[in-house]
């Protein structure tokens, strides 16, 4: 569960910024959803806590609640970062400029049934090889897939985040949506 909020928090702060630099609502959105998670995981973590409390334990039991707060305060760190793409605020025009001189985005998209990538492994498909797409999550429904490697598969309705130069993006939604084969 630890592990969980930890690899959770590292893909917020990701995408947080992705949301914030390309003002993409619906990586924000994302934001927002993992937020929930953690705040679930995060009360989860500490009832256990707290059901391990017992004179012989105490520190085992003050460790666990304080790394969930801890955890908690990162994933509302890059929820208040997502929250200006949420809200429409404007990005200064010193930031603006300088994500301008990027050369790599994060992207998302999902996998349609029309795909060549649904029900291959990243291995097969070799993406970060052929096209410099690096696939770093893919959310599967409510689950999430972090680091994911050669020998994860790719299924139909998995939404896919990955981190790409620029020229990249319209090959990866073309892949991703069936309008274009590797």
């Given at each position: ?142 689950k999430w897939i972090y680091g994911p490697d050669e020998n994860t598969r790719i299924k139909e309705g998995d939404i896919l985040f990955v981190r790409a130069p620029d020229e990249s993006r319209k090959l990866f939604l073309k892949l991703c949506s069936g309008k274009k084969k590797?």
């Amino acid at each position: 569960m630890v592990l969980e909020m930890k690899d959770t928090t590292e893909l917020m702060i990701d995408l947080a910024y992705s949301s914030l630099i390309y003002n993409n609502q619906e990586i924000a959105e994302e934001v927002s959803h993992l937020n929930e998670v953690v705040s679930s995981l995060s009360l989860e973590l500490r009832r256990m806590a707290v059901g391990r409390l017992s004179r012989k334990n105490t520190d085992l039991a003050l460790i666990l609640a304080e790394l969930s707060y801890s955890l908690q305060r990162v994933a509302d760190a890059a929820m208040e970062i997502a929250d200006v793409v949420l809200r429409g605020l404007p990005l200064h025009p010193i930031l603006r400029r300088s994500i301008q001189e990027g050369e790599v985005g994060i992207y998302r998209a999902k996998v349609s049934p029309k795909s060549k990538l649904a029900g291959k492994t990243l291995g097969e498909v070799e993406l970060a090889s052929e096209t410099g797409i690096w696939v770093f999550a893919i959310r599967r429904g409510k689950k999430w897939i972090y680091g994911p490697d050669e020998n994860t598969r790719i299924k139909e309705g998995d939404i896919l985040f990955v981190r790409a130069p620029d020229e990249s993006r319209k090959l990866f939604l073309k892949l991703c949506s069936g309008k274009k084969k590797l």
